[in-house]
């Protein structure tokens, strides 16, 4: 039997095995040796032993360089093993094996994460225990592990409960709704999610009990917008960064993003999902009010919504309410009735919401600047007007004091805000500042942040922030920056070539070199690694030779009869930098010119809605964290006029697929097909690169919407 075979061994040898059996069924040598801290000769007679006895194995390596890695031989083995140890010895070990783990293997945190979580866990340590916990949730929630991920997220959840830590079990509460949602779980979902209200609505509460008062920051914070001034202050008329991310603070929708991007409440204090997915019941909280004294209430959103799907709105990020029934109709003109939108307010405090099918991504839709609501009754009493200062009114954190237009920009906090403040700031400063005179104005400390890059070349920016080495980071970015053609008109019209541009550009020197490593090669999809459904590797490669012979098959030998090309770009900072590059290795590897033209953020705008260019760059920020927000609603075939009935088929199966992997799959064939019609050339993607004053102990940031001014603390200096 085994216990007789387990009985031959040493009460040494045993305890071995016994740690052996707490890393796994398969165990790694190397893991072992750091867990048993027992020197290598020693340990070496001990697997010998075991593997005489076949109690264990060696596994069949695929690199002799690795650590060789072991099984046992039979389950029960494995099992028997760990049930002769006692609770407290079980305990003991657990302990030994988690904190051997973490000190020995730092870099392996992640990957070692759902070990280390339970370990820590059940040997009493708590905070450790939840630290690694949630790592292994989010980390087996990118690669739509789901299973494993809702597994971790309960075992945390246990721990904050019992400690009574409603925030964090809020936070991730919500993370295991939204990731039952994301299999169209709905019931285990809403079940999570009114689990989440109530720890959200404890957490409150002891904050408001709590002494939490916070010194005032000695100043208002400042800085230089990133992505030039607002175009608007209008939610349904946004259509850059620089837009969004002000509406965002101006503004509360129904949820909103933390700084881990993880979706919370904000005017909704609750919401049901019915019919598998296709209803959405909001209940809206009784407290929120406008700037003016009036309460926000169900039909200003409804208002809203119906207002920025009206044909009359002309602005890209109405395609982000499309899942609603009857949404896209009503945009496209194919119904002139605004009562066939499926957003109807049932009362002041509910808001019923029909889709057109079910959708895994809605929720964070309701996070985004095109769902915030508008003032009814100002909009419908000054028109276009309504967002001038003496005009607006807002229900944010923040309200405009004063707006003066591309020179300034100031937001003072809202008193009767209905949400929490985590930070000491009272008054936003932001200042529209281009240049050298950016970076003086940092150096003398009349700067509180800075995005560097934004100002001056990568060369002179790397300088720079190597004069301030401790105030620099870098952020992940959920962004693509490429390059579009115009599809409608000749050369581009050309499969051909539109393939020899890409072909001929490396982007591996592109971004190593030219960018000096601030972005990452686009070396895949449209889709950036930030994003779930990353494709990487798909990229055509850069081969100049195949290039040359594209030309040629489509009439350009040696760059014959090839007609002016005007192209844009964002100017200064990375676009400008970068057609500089393609147009020096387009006529190197092509023997073609190319014209560029480089322009502000709102000139280039402008231009791609009304009069488009033969090519141009730009760089796309995720609105939403799913490969939708770049397939359908980054607006990817309206600008460059590239049409793909497949493609489009592809793109709106996977919107209503409940299966995960079935739909990640359905998204890599749209961006096969993508790649190899090459309507635009992915040419990085992004990072964000800041630098942070030391009186900044933080810097709260979203991936998706960017610094969240409300919680950022300006300590005395």
Known sequence: TIQTRLSKLSDEEQTILQLAALLGREFEYRLLAAVSKMDEDSLIDVLEVAESAQLIEELRQVKVSTSPNFTFTHALIHSTLLSNLSTLRRQRYQRQVAQALEESFPERSQDLAPLLGRYFAEAGDGEKGIKYLLLAGDAAREVFAYDEAIEDYENALLILKEQEDHERAARTLMKLGLTYHTVFAFDKAQKAYEQGFAEWQQAAESEAAGDLSKAPAPHPFRMIPSG????????????????????????????????????????????????????YIFHLRDDVRWSDGEPVTAADFEYTWKRGLHPDHDQSQAEDLFDIKGARAFRQGQTKDPDEIGVQAVDDHTLLVELEGPSSYFLQIMATAITRPVPKHVVERFGIDWTEPEKIVTNGPFILKSLILDQSLVLERYQDYHGRYKGNVSQIDLKVIRGSAALEMYEADEL????????????????????????????????????????????????????????????????????????????????????PGHISGIALPYDPALARQKMAEAGYPKSQRWPPIEGLCYAPGFSLQMFEYLTALWKKNLGIQVAFQSLSVDELDDRLEHDPPNLWTIRWLADYRDPDSFLRASGLQRQGGWRHERYEALVEEARGITDQGQRMGLYRQAEEILVKQAPILPLSYGRSHVLVKPWLPGLPTSVINGIILKDIVIEPH
């Open 228 to 279: 030039g001034f607002p175009r608007t202050l209008d939610p349904a008329l946004v259509v850059s960064f620089s837009n969004y991310w002000i509406v965002n603070q101006l503004f509360s929708g129904l949820l909103q993003l933390t700084a881990e991007d993880e979706l919370v409440p904000d005017v909704a204090q609750s919401w049901e999902v019915l019919d598998g997915g296709l209803t």
């Open 448 to 531: 509180d942040i800075l995005h560097p890059y934004d100002h001056t070349s990568p060369k002179e920016g790397r300088r720079f922030t190597h004069r301030h080495p401790d105030d620099f980071i870098s952020l992940p970015s959920a962004s693509t920056r490429f390059l579009g053609f115009d599809v409608t008109r000749p050369p581009f019209d050309d499969l051909r070539v539109r393939q020899a541009l890409i072909l001929a550009t490396d982007r591996e020197a592109l971004a190593n070199r030219w960018l000096q490593g601030l972005e990452f090669p686009a070396g895949g999809g449209y889709v950036p690694p930030e994003i």
